[in-house]
């Protein structure tokens, strides 16, 4: 017991006095002094993996193989994630076969992400990011649907899908069938739209104001319109016109003055 007491404080002795050696140098030589001591070199991006790459090729194959009906294209990004194209309405069999299947194990359901693409005929892109932290892998799974086609919720695969499914159909107005409670969760109660698409207006439709002789919160309609303004200003060229015409200055540069011009007679004097 009093060795390992000992050892204990000699290598929190050792974690002190680096960490004490580490603070009085720059930032980035401390952060290359500690990544030299723990990993034995500076990685700052994922470094490009072929043994993974092909291993993760040949399981989605495998995975497109036993889900021909709903699995539509397979690929694998540089940065040695698997993404798997699917059919909308297969999104409970993919998504249980890769949580439920002993070569998957994919049982954590990290976030579903929503990109709205207006000009596509299916404008939003579900995207389902899983985890599986037997294998230490991840794997992006992506369908398509539009405004009115719904999606089947995965919550009866994935519990976490609950509150993600709401916020996809809070911000894009993606609706997600057989789910137990899609209403809205960031907005506000009888909010209109859905903020996160492209063609939803920066104002927005209705603006909430309190109001002192009701003495609660009111919605109205929001209103953009200005006031005409017509700009007839007259810039500096045309309030100064001697300047823009460069005339003779009343002093030189000796500080004498100049005679000023003869005073032109009217023309009925002349006559």
């Not at 140098?25 to 001591?37: D, M």
């Not at 059919?87 to 949580?99: C, D, N, Q, R």
Request: hydrophobic residues 35%; negative net charge; proline residues 6%.
């Amino acid at each position: 017991m009093a060795a390992s007491l000992g050892r204990l404080l000699h290598s929190s002795g050792n974690l002190l006095r680096n960490g004490a050696r580490l603070k009085c140098q720059p930032l980035h030589t401390a952060a290359r002094a500690l990544c030299s001591n723990t990993s034995g070199g500076l990685t700052t991006i994922r470094p490009k993996d072929e043994v993974m790459k092909n291993q993760l090729t040949v399981f989605g194959e495998y995975v497109a193989e036993c889900l021909p009906k709903y699995v539509q294209t397979v690929q694998v990004t540089a940065q040695n994630e698997l993404e798997v194209l699917i059919a909308p309405e297969g999104v409970v069999p993919v998504l249980s076969f890769l949580k439920d299947h002993h070569n998957a194990q994919f049982g954590s359901l990290a976030d579903i992400a929503c990109v709205d693409i207006p000009t596509k005929p299916y404008r939003f892109e579900l995207v389902y990011i899983l985890m599986s932290l037997t294998y230490n892998s991840r794997i992006r799974v992506r369908t398509y649907t539009d405004e009115i086609t719904p999606v089947e919720s995965c919550y009866s695969v994935f519990k976490a899908a609950d509150w993600y499914e709401r916020e996809a159909w809070d911000m894009y107005g993606v609706y997600f069938s057989n789910h137990p409670d899609l209403r809205r969760i960031l907005t506000d109660y009888g909010f209109e739209g859905h903020p996160f698409r492209k063609d939803f207006p920066l104002s927005g439709y209705v603006e909430i104001r309190y109001d002192n002789e009701l003495k609660r919160i009111v919605q109205e309609p929001v209103e953009l319109a200005q006031e005409f303004r017509k700009f007839d200003i007259s810039s500096t060229w045309e309030t100064f016109p001697a300047h823009r015409q460069g005339s003779k200055p009343l002093m030189d540069t000796q500080g004498r003055g100049h005679e000023a011009p003869p005073e032109e007679t009217p023309a009925e004097e002349k006559k």
